[in-house]
């Protein structure tokens, strides 16, 4: 029986109690055991990791209030029932009420540990079945988010689902516009955080003499407008995510602050020496080299170790071409519905030139362009910038041809019939480019 389920004894009578403690530990089962219904549901929470063993006639809260208490907190939860000899009106009322079992007294530990371990059984079962469901969950939610099927962003969202369930420190590092909110807001909403706040500040988009008050907060009167107190951004994360934008802009003093908020868990307000704890996952992110800043000496290096527990580096659009097409449907889609418009496709040859342009902008400036087409504004990339200059055709036209194979086989579920069928090749060669571009 796996270690991490433990039963939970209910029982009044401490020799009862000790006894089936005893009997189950005897068989490696693990086993605690209370006194209380009122204890009991102090132990039992949502998705507890185990099943409860409790007598019916308990002082106080009884065990049938605390068969429905536990049922209305986790219907998969089994819960089996101790009744006194002649209580088997009892014992059929409980099952009606949903209890996994009943153990009628007196009961010999074989009946004890075998009822135990079919329960354990269910559990462990149930408990399986739910966190592969919110696996799964999570990794529609990051391809909802998400968008596309290169090996790096495979990559990226796989990273994403793995660092979900820690709390260590993440530093995204990608080019302007390749989506680093977006991949810290999928960090959050994949975690156990997810149901509390994420807080995004752009570390350079604040005055140095407000940022201090604004990410710390301040105690009133503790400067000249302060009227009343004022939480920061990191109190109001609290047990949730504090998303730094554009860490490099922080200024000198303030990063020592935040130096020992990460390394105390404690936060002091502006005009205040009581330090309040602080549970924050904090995710930094910048287009810089906060290396070479740091050897510079315009970067703390004691900060940036602090932060650069793990790293998520963002491919710049140019280097995930094939996502293109996928991404600017997303788009267009998007921009339909907020500006009340059709989502037009895109023609061939203008999909041919989204993928042949190396966009400077990266994700930003395609959506941008999105929005433009929907608009009716055209769909040249570039347009009205000095652009960087686009492949050259050989390479251009390979790149269109992986990103429309990885579009239709997207489209038809990886279907290569259905596939070929769509773009009007053989089923062969069809095979034969998917395979040529690691598709």
Not at 121 to 135: D, K
Not at 211 to 224: K, N
Not at 391 to 412: G, K, S, Y
Request: glycine letters at 8%; hydrophobic letters at 40%; charged letters at 25%.
């Amino acid at each position: 029986m796996p270690a991490d389920l433990t039963v939970l004894i209910v029982e009044d009578d401490a020799d009862v109690r000790l006894g089936c403690e005893q009997a189950l530990r005897l068989e490696g089962i693990a086993t605690r055991g209370v006194g209380s219904a009122e204890a009991a549901l102090r132990e039992a929470g949502p998705g507890y990791a185990g099943v409860v063993v409790s007598d019916i006639r308990l002082p106080g809260q009884d065990g049938m209030a605390l068969l429905a208490q536990l049922r209305e907190r986790d219907p998969a939860l089994p819960v089996i029932m101790i009744t006194g000899h002649g209580d088997v009106g009892l014992a059929v009322q409980a099952m009606k009420q949903g209890a996994y079992d009943f153990l009628e007294k007196p009961f010999s530990p074989e009946q004890l540990v075998d009822a135990t371990r079919r329960a354990l059984e269910q559990r462990r079962l149930a408990l399986e079945v739910s966190e592969l469901r919110e696996r799964l969950a999570g990794r529609q939610k990051l391809e909802a988010h998400l968008i596309g099927h290169s090996p790096t962003v495979e990559r990226l969202r796989r990273l994403i689902a793995d660092l979900a369930g820690t709390d260590a420190n993440v530093l995204i590092h990608g080019e302007t516009g390749t989506g680093k909110e977006l991949v810290a807001r999928c960090l959050h909403e994949a975690s156990q955080r997810h149901a509390r706040n994420f807080v995004a500040i752009n570390c350079g988009g604040l005055p140095e003499q407000l940022f201090e008050s604004e990410i710390f907060g301040h105690e009133a009167g503790s400067f000249t407008g302060a009227a009343r107190r004022r939480i920061g951004k990191i109190e109001h994360a609290e047990g949730g995510t504090l998303f730094l934008d554009e860490i490099e802009s922080m200024p000198m003093p303030l990063q020592i602050k935040l130096l020992r908020v990460l390394q105390e868990r404690v936060v002091e307000r502006l005009g205040s020496n009581q330090p309040v704890p602080v549970n924050t996952r904090v995710v930094a992110a910048t287009k810089a080299d906060l290396r070479a800043l740091s050897d510079a000496g315009q970067f703390r290096a004691d900060l940036y170790y602090r932060l650069n527990v793990i790293t998520l580096e963002l491919p710049p659009l140019r280097e995930r071409r094939e996502d293109v097409p996928a991404l600017f449907e997303h788009f267009v889609a998007q921009a339909a519905l907020r500006f009340n418009r059709e989502a037009v496709p895109a023609t061939p040859a203008e999909l041919a030139a989204l993928v042949a342009y190396p966009w400077p902008g990266n994700v930003r400036e395609l959506r941008n362009l999105a929005e433009r087409h929907v608009l009716g504004l055209g769909c040249n990339p570039g347009h009205g910038t000095t652009a960087p200059e686009a492949l050259p055709l050989a390479q251009a036209v390979e790149q269109f041809e992986r990103a429309l194979i990885a579009d239709a086989m997207r489209r038809h579920d990886g279907n290569l019939s259905r596939a070929s069928e769509a773009l009007g090749v053989a089923k062969t060669t069809l095979f034969d480019k998917v395979r040529k571009y690691g598709l």
